[in-house]
């Protein structure tokens, strides 16, 4: 079955060095940034900053997820020369739909202006041939975490 990836791009304001230090520390930083979805994210595995950890999400029920979602992952890739973060998901609902999900993002500087270009990029197989992949969700949820950190970094 082939691979299906989808990518996203997000302008944000915050500079691209200080958006890197903080996503870094997601442990602590999306919780603030967007708490009325991230209830919590708990390291299970390793110092919540390098290749190995493990760590599990605890999102509240929202509008796009009327239920509690845990998700477990484990951090694949920390390059901070290039400023790139990736992940794969190790245990969540979403793996009854996707045999494996990996995301990769990428921080860089907007030619637009001085704040970071984020890309993000997910790249997946589905379960089986039944599966409906209904990619906006996913990309709705991406841009609402990122512009959320982004107003969070800004005051702070």
């Known amino acids: 079955m082939a691979t299906n ?20 520390e997601y442990v602590t930083l999306f919780p603030k940034a967007m708490p009325d979805v991230i ?6 595995e390793g110092d919540g900053r390098s290749v190995g950890t493990v760590y599990v999400s605890t999102s509240k029920p929202t509008e796009m997820s009327p239920v509690v979602s845990i998700i477990k ?25 996707y045999k494996n999900f990996k995301v990769v993002i990428y921080v860089g500087s907007n030619p637009k202006s001085d704040g970071a270009l984020v890309k993000y990029t997910a790249e997946f197989n589905k379960a089986n041939e039944n599966v409906v992949v209904d990619l906006d969700i996913y990309k709705a949820f991406v841009v609402k975490l990122y512009m959320a950190v982004d107003a969070y970094l800004l005051k702070v």
Do not use: H
């Open 5 to 24: 990836k989808f990518e996203v791009e997000i302008e944000l304001k915050t500079s691209p060095e200080k958006l890197w230090r903080n996503l870094k």
């Open 39 to 44: 209830e919590r994210v708990d390291v299970i």
């Open 73 to 97: 992952e484990r951090i694949e890739v920390v390059d901070d020369k290039k400023k790139i973060l990736g992940y794969s998901i190790l245990e969540s609902d979403i793996l009854e739909y």
